[in-house]
């Protein structure tokens, strides 16, 4: 076994000149050209997006006469020494894939001109390998109208082919375990299977045969490598992960400021605004200085920084301000683009000024830019080299970044292999958004947003599961606040939640960069020996734990136990799901048993608070483990060691549900000391006993206002137990918590919305499950999941009763969940009931099972058939809250707005906090504080402001003002 940096050099018979060198135990870099002059370096390491490496890597050569082996540790490649044909072999010796004709680089005179693409000259190449019978292909970037797995597509790596394309990559990954990587930065194309079935060709005009052929494990495996081979993706800033919102291409700085505030007004989180490029005052052609347009964005020349500007209203409020910048043309015929020397020059005086980041994009759309007519006689195709936005990507990062300290947020609708590394993609709308982000995740690129679909319930659900979310106005009105309202608390709901998952987010974001895994994994990535699993393209799992679908109501669950995340009903799979979206959702989602979800709580933008506090989801369930990544957010110290991480587990044995918190590894600055753990466990039976590192807790009513220490709570209704944990980051061992289940049945939950096949376990389910369907049923007015659901509750109550005064006890034991279910609709069960002495008559005990069965089904149905009767339960709390607006300088009580609505307070209570996610208060103190902050920015006294938010006392008004913002309303004025 040898070990040399030195390439072999091979001569077919054939006249090519072959050269391989292994660059690591797994990879090969072969170039094949009739010269033997092997130019340095060669186009991907010219453009930065492989870097040479330095490292021997031991290979072993075998020479026999017909062939040769050139192996290392991980795989080998055997070179047919007459024809050049590759054979590519794992550790193991397993065949994962072979050329099955000669390869060429530049076209003999005598070959027959069917074997050269149209327009080929001398120095084109083309190659192929076969394909086994059930061999997927993926990767090779984003094109409109091509599915996920490649096998059967031809796929041009260009952008003027006629189609819509974002960023063509010319990487392919096979589920045979091989990947290969073009080594050109000139237009060719992939025929993976769609000319001859069994083979992919691959086939370019101009330049020698170049590629990197590894060798690995299952998909996530390739990707890894591949990011082994190009460098590591760019970790956005942690606000990046929050929601950008683009304005409208005439936006004026009042129109930008009025976008703005907008979001806080109405309480939607939003962290990045952004401006196209109308901003400045001329066409930016990298040559020259730029300026703001002064009609639109007027800023004083004498004072250019501080507080007064846009910009400083923009941070004052929590936004980063990004600048559009429109690309170079560097699409004609031969021309490479050439930036400026020291062009960055010009952008500093903006990122001085607290500009953050910038939208690189193309003067007109991609879609229309592609479709463009070409001359007939324009031969420039043939020579068209692929654009550079990595380059001016890699400029304005490394500018940035030398400049501030700081990680901007680029973010580009056209690049090449490599552009993860300095900048984020997006694109605008297409159908099935979802697809270019899996497409482009399969690629090697795992920051890839769509254009929120925003007057679609199921487009702004797609839109907040992706790597980043963006709403982008560009030359349209797509605001939130312009929808109607069941849209608009929709889009909020989706953002509140959003923003808590931001640490859950941000460290996939980090396994992304580290491994090449991205944020949002296509089904094949995750479930590879699931053959239904891999033919899924409408659904996808959005990092470890969460299942999403798009754009559909026909779900596929793999293996295993499924949450449904807005019922919290479970699910066994494999199995087939005709979906009902809940009206407060706008498309399945799912959590897979076993997944550990950590959550901040209710922020506005990312950092507006410390999160010193953090939510645990558990959802039980077998063995999950989860690694939290934090650092500062915003500097590159993450990549210097400035990191913190912690392991956290769980598992479920035997009915004892087990979490261990491991230690917290690692610092960065500003890290908090002491952390609140807020555990949540989705445990469908009340626990017997809890445990902590040992010691046993009690049980509480489950305030958690001023909580009990070394307590717990449980909610039936949602089927959460909840624990508060003390933390401190110089801990040095796990705290482990132990939750031992009650001795209820071990049974599975099913549902009418499932379909299972022969092989589901979907048996019954104890009766406290039963119980919380009855009351979700009672609550969402579902007559038919209600009566199914007790039904089932009384046949395995029935087994138990043994006599009719067990009959009778289970029957009262039902009535007092009616008439709990009674209350939070503001009414008595009597009430209810009305007029009908026949009903009335069923309120009495009976001791005959089938009667009392009866008298059940008929009162849970009237039940529901009042709540209906009752209206839309969004109109009531619409009527509420237009009240708290319109009167919010006054004191207001929740018995004061429920009398006026003819309303128990109670059931307002509850469904005020159900549908907005806030207690009554709660809402009440954020409009009056957000409303007393904008008065004091405009210039209001304190006095004033306290007076018209409805705060009588000002030293009160003081207290509370500073509690909520962290400063006092003089420090605000200020």
């Not at 120095?123 to 970037?141: N, V």
């Not at 129109?255 to 109308?278: H, Q, T, V």
């Not at 020259?288 to 964005?297: A, C, K, M």
């Amino acid at each position: 076994m040898g070990s040399s940096r030195a390439a072999m050099i091979v001569l077919t018979s054939t006249g090519l000149h072959m050269r391989i060198e292994p660059i690591a135990p797994h990879t090969f870099h072969i170039r094949i050209n009739r010269t033997g002059c092997f130019e340095a370096p060669s186009p991907l390491v010219r453009l930065g997006v492989v870097a040479p490496s330095s490292a021997p890597v031991c290979w072993e050569m075998k020479m026999r006469e017909e062939d040769m082996d050139l192996s290392t540790e991980s795989a080998s490649l055997r070179v047919d020494r007459r024809s050049g044909e590759l054979s590519l072999y794992g550790a193991a010796g397993t065949l994962l894939t072979r050329q099955n004709r000669p390869p060429r680089s530049g076209y003999e005179t005598q070959a027959d001109p069917g074997d050269a693409p149209a327009g080929a000259s001398d120095d084109g190449f083309d190659m192929q390998f076969a394909l086994a019978a059930e061999e997927r292909i993926y990767g090779l970037g984003d094109q409109l109208d091509t599915p996920l797995m490649k096998r059967g597509c031809k796929i041009a790596i260009s952008f003027r082919n006629g189609k819509e394309v974002h960023a063509p990559v010319p990487l392919l990954l096979s589920s045979e375990r091989w990947g290969l990587l073009m080594d050109t930065d000139r237009r060719h194309e992939f025929d993976v299977g769609c000319s001859s079935p069994d083979v992919v060709r691959i086939r370019g005009n101009r330049g020698e045969l170049a590629f990197y052929l590894f060798a690995g494990g299952g998909l996530a495996e390739l990707l890894r490598k591949y990011t082994e081979l190009t460098g590591p993706a760019a970790l956005l800033p942690v606000w990046a992960y929050g929601l950008s919102f683009n304005c409208n291409q005439q936006a004026t700085a009042r129109d930008m400021l009025e976008d703005a505030m907008k979001f806080r007004r109405e309480g939607i989180p939003c962290d990045m605004i952004g401006l196209e490029p109308a901003w400045m005052d001329r066409s930016f052609d990298y040559d020259g200085p730029i300026n703001w347009n002064p009609d639109r964005f007027y800023i004083p020349q004498w004072l250019p920084k501080g507080a007064h500007t846009f910009m400083g209203a923009l941070r004052a409020a929590g936004f980063k301000l990004t600048l559009g910048l429109y690309l170079r043309d560097d699409s004609d015929a031969g021309k490479q683009l050439h930036l400026p020397e020291n062009w960055y020059e010009y952008l500093k005086p903006f990122v001085a000024q607290g500009v953050l980041g910038f939208n690189l994009c193309t003067p007109i759309p991609i879609r229309e830019m592609a479709n463009a007519p070409v001359a007939a006689d324009d031969r420039s195709e043939d020579a068209e080299s692929l654009p550079h936005s990595t380059a001016v990507s890699r400029s304005i990062r490394e500018g940035f970044a030398a400049q501030t300290g700081l990680r901007p947020m680029i973010y580009t609708p056209v690049g090449y292999t490599g552009i993860q590394k300095y900048a984020a993609v997006w694109s605008g709308g297409r159908s099935r958004s979802h697809l270019s982000v899996l497409g482009l995740g399969l690629s090697g690129i795992p920051h890839m947003a769509v254009d929120m679909e925003l007057h679609t319930a199921a487009g702004i659900h797609c839109g907040f599961f992706q790597p980043w979310s963006k709403v982008n106005s560009w030359a349209y009105w797509r605001h939130p606040l312009l929808l109607d309202q069941e849209l608009l608390l929709l889009f909020k709901t989706y953002a509140r939640l959003r923003y808590q998952l931001l640490p859950y987010i941000y460290s996939a974001a980090h396994v992304a960069a580290r491994t090449g895994l991205p944020i949002a994994r296509a089904m094949p990535l995750v479930f590879p020996d699931d053959p239904r699993a891999v033919v899924q393209q409408n659904q996808y799992m959005f990092g470890d734990a969460f299942l999403v679908a798009a754009f559909t109501d026909q779900v596929y669950l793999p293996t295993g136990d499924w949450y449904d995340y807005w019922t919290g009903e479970k699910f066994t799979g494999p199995a087939d799901i005709s979906y009902r979206v809940p009206k407060h959702a706008g498309g399945p989602l799912f959590v897979r048993a076993g997944a550990i979800v950590p959550m901040w709580p209710d922020m506005e933008y990312a950092g507006q608070r410390p999160a010193e506090r953090l939510e645990l989801h558990v959802y039980p369930g077998g063995s999950g483990e989860f690694t939290l990544y934090e650092d500062d957010g915003v500097t590159f110290g993450y990549a210097h060691g400035e990191l913190a991480v912690t392991s956290i587990a769980c598992r479920e044995e035997r009915r004892v549900i087990g979490v261990e918190l491991g230690p917290c590894v690692g610092r960065y600055p500003d890290m908090p000391e002491s952390r609140i753990w807020e555990v949540v466990v989705h445990a469908l039976d009340k626990p017997a006993a809890i445990k902590v590192d040992g010691k046993q807790w009690r049980e509480t009513s489950g305030s958690f206002k001023k909580p009990s220490p070394a307590s717990w709570s449980y909610d039936r209704k949602a089927g959460t137990l909840r624990l508060l944990v003390p933390d401190s980051a110089e801990r040095p061992d796990s705290i482990r918590l132990e939750m031992s289940l009650s001795r209820g049945r071990e049974v599975q939950r099913t549902s009418e919305q499932q379909r299972p096949p022969a092989r589901s376990n979907a048996g019954q389910r104890t009766a406290d499950e039963l119980e919380k369907e009855i009351e979700v049923a009672l609550e969402t007015g579902n007559t038919a999941k209600m009566l199914s659901a007790l039904e089932r509750w009384w046949s395995v109550r029935m087994a138990e009763a043994g006599s009719a005064e067990g009959v009778r006890e289970h029957w009262l034991a039902m009535n007092s969940l009616f008439v709990r279910g009674a209350e939070r609709k503001g009414r008595t069960l009597h009430e209810i009931a009305g007029g009908d002495p026949h009903l009335r008559s069923r309120l009495q005990p009976t001791g005959s099972a089938e009667d009392a069965y009866n008298s059940l089904a008929q009162l849970a149905a009237r039940i529901i058939e009042y709540g209906k009767e009752q209206g839309d339960t969004y109109g009531i709390i619409r009527q509420a809250t237009d009240i708290i607006m319109s009167e919010i300088d006054r004191e207001l009580s929740l018995h004061a707005i429920a009398e006026r609505l003819h309303l128990n307070s109670s059931y307002l209570s509850r469904k005020f906090k159900q549908e907005l996610g806030l207690s009554f208060s709660d809402y009440v103190l954020e409009k009056k504080m957000r409303r007393a902050k904008e008065l004091l920015l405009a210039g209001s006294t304190v006095a004033a402001a306290a007076d018209q938010t409805g705060f009588k006392d000002a030293s009160y008004f003081n207290r509370v003002f500073r509690k909520y913002w962290g400063v006092t309303p003089g420090e605000m004025k200020s």
